[in-house]
């Protein structure tokens, strides 16, 4: 039977942190040749919520030939589990230090778990398990790209009107881009040679007031 990557991690929430992680999982079993498996239908069973965080456990039967990849064994009773059957494991965490006596309390719950790689998921959270000597990989969210429109309505100049500011090398754009459409916001020494150029090219408006 063949080795597998197991992630315990609970139901797809579409959380692209966990989407990026998935798929970083999935490359790297393929490079140690293990059979990545996702368990998203383990449901999980709360034990208790304090504030944001909530405690819980998520029923399987660990297996000797497997790594599991499991929640932070603060909140996921699992992973405790797997510590004390001494199942190979990655625990993924993000934990935010707050530099109160919580982060002593948690220091001691990840105390026994020194020799468990973690996967962080912030820099923030990198650096305390890095405080504490546990090995640690940063896989920092990922987001999106944000996407510039495709289609421009204008292109804007928006400054004063004088030699300073260069308010001629635009218009020399607007020569070159005659199928572009400019608009120039501002007022200065030089606007009425602005203004007489503009109507020259015919796709540069030029705004002086701004009501």
């Given at each position: 039977m063949k080795n597998r990557l197991i992630d315990v991690l609970g139901p797809h929430s579409g959380h692209p942190v966990y989407t990026a992680l998935r798929q970083v999982m999935?490359?790297?079993?393929?490079?140690?040749?293990?059979?990545?498996?996702?368990?998203?239908?383990?449901?999980?069973?709360?034990?208790?919520?304090?504030?944001?965080?909530?405690?819980?456990?998520?029923?399987f039967k660990p297996e000797r030939n497997n790594i599991y990849l499991t929640n932070t064994n603060l909140s996921c009773l699992e992973s405790w589990k797997l510590l004390a059957q001494n199942m190979?494991?990655?625990i993924v965490d993000e934990y935010f230090e707050r530099g109160s006596?919580?982060?002593?309390?948690?220091?001691?719950?990840f105390r026994p778990f020194r020799g468990i790689p973690?996967?962080?998921?912030?820099?923030?959270?990198h650096r305390f398990h890095v405080s504490m000597g546990i090995?640690?990989?940063?896989?920092?969210?990922?987001?999106?790209?944000?996407?510039?429109?495709?289609?421009?309505s204008y292109v804007l100049y928006l400054g004063r009107l004088v030699d300073s500011k260069n308010p001629m090398l635009f218009l020399e754009l607007a020569r070159q881009f005659r199928n572009e459409k400019f608009v120039m916001i501002g007022k200065g020494q030089l606007a009425e040679k602005v203004a007489?150029?503009?109507?020259?090219?015919?796709?540069?408006?030029l705004i002086q007031f701004v009501e």
């Open positions: 999935l490359h790297l079993a393929r490079e140690i040749d293990f059979e990545y498996v996702s368990l998203v239908g383990l449901k999980r069973h709360c034990l208790f919520n304090f504030r944001t965080n909530a405690a819980y456990y998520t029923p190979p494991m990655v006596r919580i982060d002593t309390l948690a220091k001691l719950f973690f996967v962080s998921l912030t820099k923030r959270t090995g640690s990989i940063l896989i920092p969210p990922a987001k999106k790209k944000i996407q510039g429109a495709k289609k421009r007489a150029i503009a109507g020259e090219l015919g796709n540069v408006k």
